[in-house]
Structure formats: C-alpha cells, structure tokens
C-alpha cells in the first residue's frame, strides 16, 4: 500500500474531524499512524523501511487546523427558519465542479429533492439534497470549506 502525501493529508484531515483519537494502518512494507491527542492537533508517524539503513526514512509531521465556527443570523424571527445540516464530515462545495455553476444562492425559491451542495468525503462526491421547500436565506459555509457531521448549512425560510 502506497500513500502519496496528498492521500495522508486527506487521512489526516478525516480523523482530526471524526473525533477519533488514534487510527492506525499497517501493511507488510508500510505503517503509518495518526492520533489526535489534543483538539484540532493530529501527529503522523511514517516509516518506511529501505533497502539500507543509510536511505531510511522517518518523516513525522504535525498538523495543526483552525476552528471555523458558525453562527446562527441574529436578525429579524427566525424561529421560523429551518437550518439544513451537514449529514456527514467531508469538504462543502456548491457547485459540481469549478467550471459549473453555483447550484444554490441566497434568495433561490427550493423544493425537496433539490441539490442544494455537494460534500466530499474520501475521494467520494455526495449530492446533499433538500428535505424541505422554501427561500435560502443565508449559507453558512464558504465553498471548499471543511464541515462537520451536523454542521448548520443554510439556512431556509419555509414560508
């Protein structure tokens, strides 16, 4: 099993946010490591054995990610308003691909059944579809941002 940098950084990412302390994988050539010791912090250990001890290689790396907060609009009544969740932790983007279209914005009439965003979580890229009808009021995450498991979204006027 083979890892490139990008693939220990997205399993870094993954474990730092599932509130898992220690994930580890090991193979016949390959192990690799990941604790979250303390919030928001994940230490990677990678060996690597060679074929002489001169070309051994330790690299150990300490990843350290802000906390986004997100806070419910104080505005007019919104005891009204319904807040649409994140079903799972991945990456939020609002539009299929970067070429396409945004597929929701601020003010857009919904309905259920309509993709409102899309959440990448391990390479795999899910349509998260609305369960109610209404007007979007606010987005509450900036695109290509990082979410959690029950994370607010948006938010839905039902009227």
């Given at each position: 099993m083979d890892m490139d940098i990008k693939q220990i950084q997205d399993l870094i990412r993954f474990v730092s946010k599932s509130g898992v302390n220690e994930?580890?994988?090991?193979?016949?050539?390959?192990?690799?490591t990941i604790k979250t010791n303390q919030p928001q912090t994940g230490v990677v250990t990678t060996t690597i054995p060679a074929a002489s001890a001169e070309n051994t290689v330790v690299p150990s790396i300490t990843v350290t990610t802000p906390v986004v907060t997100a806070?419910?609009?104080?505005?007019?009544?919104?005891?009204?308003?319904?807040?649409?969740?994140?079903?799972?932790?991945?990456?939020?983007?609002?539009?299929?691909?970067?070429?396409?279209?945004?597929?929701?914005?601020?003010?857009?009439?919904?309905?259920?059944?309509?993709?409102?965003?899309i959440i990448e979580a391990m390479k795999l890229f899910n349509e998260i579809e609305s369960e109610v009808s209404g007007r979007i009021v606010k987005i509450l995450v900036d695109n290509a941002s990082p979410v959690e498991y029950d994370q607010p979204l948006f938010v839905v006027d039902p009227a």
């Open positions: 994930v580890s994988i090991e193979q016949q050539d390959f192990k690799i806070v419910a609009p104080q505005a007019e009544d919104t005891s009204k308003y319904i807040t649409v969740k994140s079903p799972m932790i991945g990456t939020f983007y609002r539009s299929a691909s970067p070429e396409k279209p945004l597929l929701v914005n601020v003010g857009d009439e919904i309905k259920g059944g309509d993709v409102l965003c």
